[in-house]
Each structure stands twice: as structure tokens, then as C-alpha cells.
């Protein structure tokens, strides 16, 4: 019997995938494990592998269109079989109008509705959940996010729970969360001349990640300035004995975990009304890609040293600039670095990538006129840090001291070893 390939969540972030490639053409096999496409994600592009053994009888999304997860991708079955009610069937599904569907009904589609994948804590489901009317795609969105069916109300033909039914519950399950969608929309009146570039994935993804951090979030900032000479001369130092020279990148990311393991809640996070503590120093530094950018992490820093810390930096950069990063490998940092001193920027603020509580806005290095203790001026190389928090986790004084004592490490490098 023919069965439905769905589009399934390949990153926890993800709400759609572009199909890159098919491996598997119309009318061949395909074997359980076997990898049937390539799917762009909102982060990296993964192989998508089949849990069904059959033919590919049917492609519905074909190379480089976008399907939401839970959407039919294609068909596999037995060869030669008959699937034409099933394709109309899928066909009434998506436009919404199967059985003479409502407005509601319809509105099951709606491009201005994003299906959200975070997983939402929820009791578990029951065997009632089969018995209840509810269209393919919202029982597979309950699915994914663990939904008791049972308790959303339906508001399709005779009862039956649509997707912007599950939406709307998974809404007052994560209130007081702040979505994009609750920012009111602009319209910009086109002119001549003016280009309308589609968002990719990844763009997609920024954006409401970031609206929903910084309105979330209660952000305030804290800015220093450090006098880098000494790092720059330690790097110089010990660059001068190696083969592959350390970026300064590197020393930023150790010199953070030092300091971090003196002030444990920079590197927690605020979760169901709880504060999360967490023991490993995670920290990832944001890349900048040609359609937006993507933080890969380095696990465990405060366990490791500066050359270990930059020869899985450069793996890390170099996978992320091919789109080859694993979910697991820029997910979950608790704490966050963005550098655009090599841009000329002097100080910035950071928006806070979640589930981390803090991100640090590193300017470029300057050098600038001082006046030192005994009045004399000199000449001294600077650069102005600048912390983001987030303030249901991380108080003023605790960001305060955090900083304090990163800017000690900078400008005497000897401290991190004390």
C-alpha cells in the first residue's frame, strides 16, 4: 500500500526545507536507510533518509522548491500501483477545500502562518488521539511537538483539528512568548526599479529567532574598554613557535571561558520560569555567510587551551562557510562572541542568541592617546567590549564583575592561568 513521505524536522529550529537534490528518481527502489534527497535546512544542508522500503512512485516537491514539515514530498509504494486517489486526496489536503473544506479550513495554508518545531512540554498522548478527526498535517505537527490532540479544539468541517488549530494551542502553551507575528506589519510601497529577493531559510530563521529574543528577553549593556598590547604581544609570541598561527578569535573564546568559570550565571539560562546553571563552557562565535549567519560552538572550553580551542574553531568555520554544520555542532551554546572589529566597527550591541543569557560585541583594536597614573600621555592599542544580557538571569553587578574580570585577563594575559 502506498505510503506518504513527509517532510520531517532535520534541525530542532527548523519550520521548512528546500529539496537540493533528489537521489532517487520516479519508479526506482528505495530501501529503508537509504538517502532519497538532500534537504537545506535552516542552518545546513542533510541527507534525508527513508524509514519506508518500496518505489518512488511519485515526486510532489521537486529540486529547490520548499515544503513545510509534515507536507507530502512524494509517494512510495508497490510498482505499477494505482495511487491517483491518494495524489487527489493530498492535492484537496493542501489547498484545504477536501469535503467542501470552510475558510477556516483553508486558511490551513496560509503563508503567514509558520509552524513552530520547538518542542512545547505537554502531557503525553493517548490511544484517543487516533479516533480524533484531525487533517494529516496538523497530526503531524502535534506529533512532533508532543500535543495531546484530545485537548485542541477544531474548527475545520464537523470538528476537524487543522493545522492553525494546533498552532493556536501550541500559541497559549508558550505564552508569554513574543513571535514575529505579533509585530505589526509595515507594508513598503514598491517603486520602480526596486528588487523583491524571496528569504531564504536561514533568513527566515534569523529573524524570528532574533525578534523573539530581543522582546523576550529584557536586554541591557555594559561596555569597557581594554588595552590589548599585552594580548598582542602574547599571540605574537606564541604564534612566532607555530606552525598554523592562532586567530585572535581564539584567545577572546578562552580568556570568556576563564571568566566565565568565576561567574557561573553568565553561562546560564532562563527555562519554564527555572534558571539553568550549566557546568560546561560552550561558546559559540557567530559567522557571517552569504544569506545571513550561523554561530558553530566550541564545546567544553573552559577544559581546553587556546590551540585546542582554535584548530576546532577553523573545522568549525571552514564547515560552516560549505553549509556542512551539524545541528549539533551550532546549537546550544551558553555563550555567545560576535566580532566585527575586522570590519572597522568600534562598538556594537549584540543581540542575544538564545538559549544563552549573554553575547559579547568585541570592536575593532585602535590605537588611541592615553594619560597613564603619573600624567603622561602615550600611545595604547584599545578595543571596546560590550555586553549584552539577558536581566531574568544575569544581574547587573554579576555582568559587571564578568566583564571586569575579562578585561583584566585581556590586558595581563598571566591572569588566566591564577
Not at 81 to 89: F, K, P, V, Y
Not at 221 to 245: F, G, M
Not at 328 to 336: R, S, V
Request: aromatic share 4%; hydrophobic share 40%; glycine share 6%.
Amino acid at each position: 500500500m502506498a505510503e506518504q513521505v513527509l517532510m520531517i524536522a532535520l534541525s530542532p529550529t527548523m519550520e521548512e526545507g528546500t529539496v537540493v537534490r533528489w537521489n532517487k528518481k520516479e519508479g526506482e527502489f528505495v530501501n529503508s536507510g537509504d538517502v532519497l534527497c538532500e534537504v537545506e535546512t535552516d542552518k545546513a544542508t542533510m541527507d534525508y533518509e527513508s524509514t519506508m522500503e518500496g518505489t518512488l512512485l511519485k515526486i510532489l516537491v521537486q529540486e529547490g522548491e520548499q515544503a513545510a514539515i509534515g507536507e507530502v514530498i512524494a509517494v512510495i509504494g508497490e510498482e505499477g500501483e494505482n495511487i491517483d486517489d491518494l495524489l487527489e486526496s493530498i492535492k484537496s489536503e493542501k489547498s484545504g477545500i477536501k469535503g467542501g473544506g470552510s475558510s477556516s479550513d483553508q486558511a490551513e495554508e496560509s503563508p503567514e502562518i509558520h509552524v513552530k518545531t520547538e518542542k512545547i512540554k505537554a502531557d503525553a498522548g493517548t490511544a484517543a488521539d487516533s479516533r480524533i478527526k484531525a487533517s494529516p498535517l496538523a497530526r503531524r505537527i502535534a506529533e512532533i511537538n508532543n500535543l495531546p490532540l484530545d485537548r485542541i479544539k477544531g474548527s475545520g468541517p464537523d470538528g476537524r483539528i487543522i493545522k492553525a488549530d494546533v498552532e493556536k494551542y501550541m500559541e497559549k502553551k508558550a505564552a508569554p512568548e513574543v513571535s514575529v507575528r505579533s509585530i505589526p506589519p509595515y507594508a513598503v510601497q514598491p517603486s520602480s526599479g526596486d528588487e523583491l529577493i524571496p528569504a531564504s531559510a536561514a533568513r527566515k530563521v534569523i529573524a524570528r529567532r532574533l525578534s523573539e529574543s530581543k522582546y523576550s528577553a529584557p536586554h541591557y549593556y555594559l561596555t569597557v574598554t581594554a588595552a590589548v598590547d599585552k594580548l598582542i604581544d602574547t599571540r605574537k609570541r606564541i604564534n612566532e613557535s607555530l606552525p598554523d598561527k592562532i586567530s585572535f578569535n581564539a584567545f577572546i573564546i578562552k580568556y570568556a571561558a576563564e571568566a566565565i568559570k568565576k561567574h557561573r550565571m553568565i553561562n546560564a539560562a532562563w527555562q519554564d520560569d527555572n534558571i539553568l546553571i550549566r557546568k560546561q563552557i560552550d561558546i559559540g562565535l557567530a559567522v557571517a555567510l552569504p544569506d545571513g549567519l550561523i554561530t558553530p560552538v566550541v564545546r567544553d572550553c573552559g577544559n581546553k587551551g587556546i590551540k585546542e580551542i582554535d584548530g576546532e574553531l577553523r573545522k568549525l568555520i571552514e564547515k560552516a562557510r560549505n553549509n556542512k554544520l551539524t545541528p549539533e555542532e551550532y546549537q546550544n551554546a551558553g555563550f555567545t562572541i560576535s566580532n566585527l572589529g575586522s570590519f572597522g566597527i568600534e562598538e556594537f550591541t549584540a543581540i542575544i542568541n538564545p538559549p544563552g543569557s549573554a553575547i559579547l560585541a568585541v570592536g575593532e583594536m585602535k590605537k588611541m592617546p592615553v594619560v597613564d597614573e603619573e600624567d603622561n600621555i602615550k600611545v595604547q592599542t584599545q578595543m571596546k567590549l560590550t555586553l549584552s544580557c539577558d536581566h531574568r538571569v544575569i544581574d547587573g553587578a554579576v555582568g559587571a564583575a564578568f566583564l571586569k574580570d575579562l578585561k583584566d585577563i585581556i590586558e595581563d594575559p598571566f591572569r588566566a592561568l591564577l
